[in-house]
Nanobody
Framework: QVQLVESGGDLVQAGGSLRLSCAAS????????MGWYRQAPGKQRDFVAG???????RYEDSVKGRFTISRDNAKNTVSLQMNSLKPEDTAVYYC?????????WGQGTQVTVSS
């Protein structure tokens, strides 16, 4: 059973930075891709950033240039460096890992950006 555990969420002022981390355990096969989604109150869960095993990255438009995703394949971890945070970045951030044949999710970590 694959388990994902996130950490790093916090309350920060606008313009500040946070680093989220996610560690996967119980992985019997290679993880194809890992990344982050977020869900603000009353809204759907939206894609934020993803990274493949080869290191190819993809970002949601509103975070490009501010967020950087990285991954350690040997340790099955993924991180999200978030800079220049804005109040609209406030959400619960969920880590995901795609391991054939399914996608696994973490429990979420709260990021709150005050204005």
């Amino acid at each position: 059973q694959v388990q994902l555990v996130e950490s790093g969420g916090d309350l920060v002022q606008a313009g500040g930075s946070l680093r989220l981390s996610c560690a996967a355990s119980g992985v019997a096969f290679s993880i194809n891709s890992m990344g982050w989604y977020r869900q603000a109150p009353g809204k759907q869960r939206d894609f934020v950033a993803g990274i493949t095993t080869a290191g190819t990255t993809r970002y949601e438009d509103s975070v490009k240039g501010r967020f950087t995703i990285s991954r350690d394949n040997a340790k099955n971890t993924v991180s999200l460096q978030m800079n220049s945070l804005k109040p609209e970045d406030t959400a619960v951030y969920y880590c995901y890992a795609y391991v054939v044949p399914g996608t696994y999710w973490g429990q979420g970590t709260q990021v709150t950006v005050s204005s």
